[in-house]
């Protein structure tokens, strides 16, 4: 599976949009990129994903680059429960969901 | 939407005995379920593949006569910590793989004594 790459942390005020930057450039063309999220001793929460097409949806919008090698996860209008580790992650599509999770980016949402 | 369900919460126990923890899909039927564990500030790392009516497969390192899996039906898979230590306490989070995307428990937290 194709590697990525995220900022390790981020912070972001409340209120504000939080875009959160993802390096795919190894990604083929039948992988799926997936973004979770994991606040503080809970399992991943399903934001958004996507092949090659911006999608939107009442989370998040999920922006890919052209070349398909980046891509960004925007929360429009972040609030402290948005504060969580959020994890960009590149699926095949023949995976059947078997997800590795890198380090992903801590936000901090501050009021 | 899908639901996973994962059971208990947290658990406490003694070192030497064995610990059970249920991941159920509660609305939809799952061929495949994961097993992940996370230790303290770390991602998640992948334990094993659960599939139903068969055996699992695992992950290079896990051993696989310590962390029993079973998937009898479409809708339940347990993880079974045998003989556990206190190097075993972690966070165990299951998924399930739905329509479109995986879904994943609430996670279960093990400290061993």
């Known amino acids: ?111 | 939407g899908a639901v996973v369900s994962q059971h208990p919460s947290w658990v406490i126990c003694k070192s030497g005995t064995s610990v059970k923890i249920e991941c159920r899909s509660l609305d939809f039927q799952a061929t495949t379920m994961f097993w992940y564990r996370q230790f303290p500030k770390q991602s998640l790392m992948l334990m094993a593949t659960s599939n139903e009516g068969s055996k699992a497969t695992y992950e290079q390192g896990v051993e696989k006569d310590k962390f029993l899996i079973n998937h009898a039906s479409l809708t339940l898979s347990t993880l079974t910590v045998t003989s556990a230590h206190p190097e075993d306490s972690s966070f165990y989070i299951c998924s399930a793989s739905g329509r479109l995307r995986a879904f994943f428990g609430q996670g279960t937290r093990l400290t061993v004594v």
């Open chain 1, 1 to 111: 599976d194709a590697k990525t790459t995220q900022p390790t942390s981020m912070d972001c005020a409340e209120g504000r949009a939080a875009n959160l930057p993802c390096n795919h450039s190894t990604i083929s063309g039948n992988e799926y990129v997936y973004w979770y999220r994991q606040i503080h001793s809970q399992g991943p929460q399903y934001i958004i994903h996507g092949l090659k097409n911006n999608e939107t949806n009442e989370m998040a919008s999920l922006i890919i680059t052209e070349d398909r090698k980046s891509s960004t996860l925007i929360l429009p209008h972040a609030t402290l429960r948005d504060t969580a580790v959020y994890y960009c992650i590149v699926r095949p599509r023949s995976n059947d969901y078997k997800l590795s999770f890198g380090a992903g980016t801590t936000v901090t949402v501050r009021a």
